[in-house]
């Protein structure tokens, strides 16, 4: 919200500065001032060539020149009136003064044309000068005369000149004296006297025209005076106008300077109180969230315990009930045996099935717990889907035959291909669909259906188990993969149930990354689906040979090789009772190499300090060893499939116990094992793990005192490594302590020793001995137990 709200304010702010940045920037009067300035100028320089056109019609006298100089006044004229447009809406007076310019001009062109016609007249009074020097020249000698010699000048007179210098030449000659001199002289005189004033009076006209042109010339020099100070008026005006429109842009300019700071400054104090205001309103959700957190983290924390205690609590209740339930379970078998009447074969099968149920439980409970807590790995190995999905039908066979419902499978003869997945995982999906189906289904029949389908371009196996049944209301479809739910009260009376099957398939179906969905009817059955993504191979899958004969004990030789002696002790105890022949060594070099064809089996373990399990596989298959090789591992498995590849048979991970080692040589099934061996009450440490590897409580205690023997012998060698500043001792010999601290879950202790384990290269003796040190008081506090321990069972417990 608030990087909104600073954004729209910064978008306006940016809008209105904009607007008054362009009125800033604006030269609309600048432009118009320097139109009517051009205009004016292209005026002067008009005026300039009609003044040089209004000399030249005055000095040639010639109308067609005048008729120019009028045009181009004309020209002027209509010039002037396309520049009044631009003075006529800001400033009038100047609208005014164009109108006496234009005055101005015809005037002028007015007064042009009269000075020419003066000037004209004048040219005749010289003309009239002339004729009256050839009247004083005819009197000093009187003959004949022609108007031509009378004015020389006579074919440029205008015509009424001309026609008074003929009148005047005629009387002239009428009166002239023959040569006998007949005429009379006072005649003549008085001829002579009348030309001469006419001719006088005709010079009297010209100077009377002459001061008319003189007039005409000041009035033409008047006109010009007045339109010059008319066009620098203009000029004076347009240069005030543009210099009071730069004034006025100037004030314009500022004043949109000044509002854009202004409009700035505003956003920038806006734009800060926005931001301490919604720093405030963030800093406060800040520390809501805050506290909302540690709250979450502290009820995070108690849940967490909450579910550790859950899963410690279904641990140690479903280790509890398991030796009483393989007691009730193998005194069950011995009772069968013994011949019982039908009535206590029912009785006895009540028990059996009792016993089942609750093992399916504690199972279950197990695998729910470990899905809770993510501890639940995936082993994907090649097998073959349609035969997995045969041999779980397999398993409700007597189901079938007790209740009548048939059993339909319908599998694709795709997935007769192999395919990699968890065929474990996938078995114990079908088990609680398939078993479900036949819970609930009193008569018709249960069908099977695996096809493969395409899903986002890969390929995917899609399993229905479709029942003919009671159905599950449309309402109580979700609440079902909860745990310990079921589909209602009505079912619940009818069939029995704990409800975590259908939960457990749901989590177990979501960590194979498929999907698990149901389609039901009330009283028409339910259709449970299954899609998991699956990968095909071309491995071949051998068929199991259950035909085989197992190896005799007798006949079996095994070599064991760990660094850590105590399990080399454990798991000598194990061959031990199992009349196992063993060859245990801590390092393999020890070990000739050549020996290795007398040995049936060979387990190593894959980190120690000189060599590593691989190498070990190596070595031994470079002698053309083809029998089994199993390894042994502290770390997690995550995917067994590295192992196998690599060439190990099998892989065990510690702790494992003795039952995981004898099906890992393959020769015990369906043994169970009692273990009345009794465990601690001390927190420090637990022999749980380590009863189930022996038989007696004088196994147990030798074992133990070895432990203490090695572990005392051990920080002895890690404390002389300090003073030698050897860690890597240090590191192998905390590496080979860990398995059996493991196994005895001394939890204090096991920190310590994966702290030494690790250290890094630039640790100090100072830190080591510290740690040293405190594994020293844990183990202590440890030897201080199992004496105490081992001195309340002073006998052997069988």
């Given at each position: ?41 292209i ?67 007015f ?8 000037k ?146 505003g ?34 924390k ?18 509890d ?5 393989n ?19 029912n ?13 399916k ?138 409800g ?5 398939s ?22 449970f ?89 190596e ?25 196998l ?52 409580f ?11 023997d ?21 590191k ?63 006998i052997?417990?069988?």
């Open positions: 919200m608030s990087y909104v709200t600073l954004g729209l304010l910064a978008s306006l702010a940016a809008f209105f500065i904009y607007n008054e940045f362009k009125s800033y920037a604006s030269s609309k009067n600048q432009d118009d001032s320097n139109e009517k300035l051009l205009k004016t100028n005026l002067l320089t008009q005026l300039y060539d009609a003044e040089n056109l209004s000399k030249l019609a005055l000095q040639t006298k010639k109308p067609e020149d005048l008729r120019s100089y009028a045009q181009k006044v004309d020209s002027i004229t209509a010039f002037i009136d396309s520049l009044k447009p631009l003075v006529r809406s800001d400033y009038s007076p100047l609208s005014s003064e164009l109108d006496s310019v234009q005055e101005l001009l015809s005037q002028k062109v007064n042009n044309a009269e000075l020419r016609k003066l004209v007249r004048n040219e005749n009074n010289t003309s009239l000068d002339s004729v009256l020097k050839a009247f004083h020249d005819m009197e000093v000698g009187m003959g004949r005369i022609t108007p031509e010699t009378f004015a020389p000048n006579f074919d440029k007179l205008s015509p009424a000149a001309k026609e008074s210098i003929r009148k005047s030449v005629a009387i002239l000659n009428k009166n002239i004296p023959n040569s006998d001199g007949g005429a009379d002289a006072n005649n003549i005189d008085s001829i002579l006297e009348v030309s001469k004033s006419i001719i006088n009076k005709a010079i009297t006209e010209t100077a009377t025209a002459e001061r008319t042109v003189l007039q005409k010339e000041l009035e033409i020099y008047r006109t010009d005076l007045e339109l010059s100070q008319k066009m620098r008026g203009i000029l004076s005006d347009f240069e005030r106008e543009m210099a009071q429109n730069t004034y006025l842009d100037a004030l314009q300019q500022e004043e949109a300077l000044k509002k854009s700071t202004r409009l700035a400054g956003a920038v104090i806006l734009g800060l109180i926005i931001v301490v205001v919604f720093t405030f309103m963030i800093s406060k959700d800040y520390w809501k969230v805050q506290e909302y957190r540690e709250r979450l983290e502290r009820a995070k108690y849940s967490e315990s909450l579910l550790k205690s859950r899963e410690q609590l279904i641990s140690t209740v479903s280790h009930l398991r030796t009483p339930l007691t009730i379970s193998g005194y069950s078998d011995l009772i069968g045996q013994s011949g019982l009447n039908s009535e206590q074969s009785y006895l099968k009540k028990i059996q099935s009792s016993s089942d149920y609750v093992e439980l504690v199972n279950d409970l197990l695998d729910f717990s470990k899905l809770e807590a993510g501890k639940i790995q995936l082993d994907k190995v090649p097998f073959l889907l349609s035969q997995l999905i045969e041999d779980t039908a397999t398993d409700f066979e007597e189901m079938q035959s007790k209740k009548g419902v048939s059993l339909q499978l319908k599998v694709s003869e795709d997935l007769k291909t192999p395919i990699i997945n968890d065929p474990f995982r996938i078995r114990q999906i079908l088990s609680n669909l398939i078993g479900n189906a036949f819970k609930f289904t009193d008569e018709g029949s249960v069908k099977v259906t695996a096809t493969v389908v395409e899903k986002s371009k890969s390929k995917w196996a899609k399993i229905e188990v479709e029942d003919t049944g009671i159905g599950i209301p449309a309402e109580k479809q979700e609440a079902i993969f909860q745990e310990f739910i079921q589909a209602g009260e009505s079912t619940e009376k009818k069939q029995i149930g704990y975590l099957g259908l939960t457990i749901k989590k177990l179906t979501e960590l194979l990354d498929g999907t698990l969905s149901l389609s039901s009817e009330v009283n028409k059955g339910s259709t689906t299954v899609e998991i993504p699956v990968e095909f191979t071309n491995i071949e899958i051998k068929e199991d040979n259950f035909e085989t004969p197992i190896v005799k004990p007798d006949d079996l030789s095994i070599l064991v090789i760990d660094d850590d002696e105590n399990m080399l002790s454990l798991i000598s105890e194990v061959c031990k009772l199992h009349q196992v022949k063993t060859a245990t060594f801590t390092n393999f070099d020890d070990f000739h190499i050549s020996e290795i064809h007398q040995f049936d089996v060979v387990i190593t373990d894959i980190q120690m300090p000189s060599i590593d399990g691989f190498s070990v596989l070595k031994v298959n470079n002698t053309g060893y083809s029998k089994p090789i199993i390894a042994m591992t502290g770390q997690q498995i995550g995917n067994k499939s590295e192992y590849d690599a060439g190990f048979t099998e892989v065990l991970q510690k702790p494992f116990s003795a039952t995981d080692l004898l099906k890992a040589l393959s020769f015990v099934n369906n043994m169970s094992f009692k273990n009345e061996i009794p465990d601690t009450a001390s927190s420090l440490f637990t022999i749980r793990n380590i009863s189930a590897f022996l038989d007696s004088e196994s147990v205690k030798e074992v133990l005192q070895v432990f203490l090695n572990s005392l012998k051990n920080m002895e060698l890690m404390f002389s490594a300090i003073g030698n500043q050897d860690y890597t001792d240090i192998a010999i905390s590496h080979k302590m860990l398995p059996m601290f493991r196994q005895l879950e001394v939890h204090d202790a096991i920190q310590l020793l994966e702290v030494l384990e690790h250290l890094p290269d630039d640790a100090t003796g100072e830190k080591v001995f510290e740690i040293l040190s405190e594994l020293q008081t844990v183990l202590n506090n440890l030897d201080v137990e199992i004496q105490a321990y081992l001195a309340k069972h002073p052997d417990i069988d």
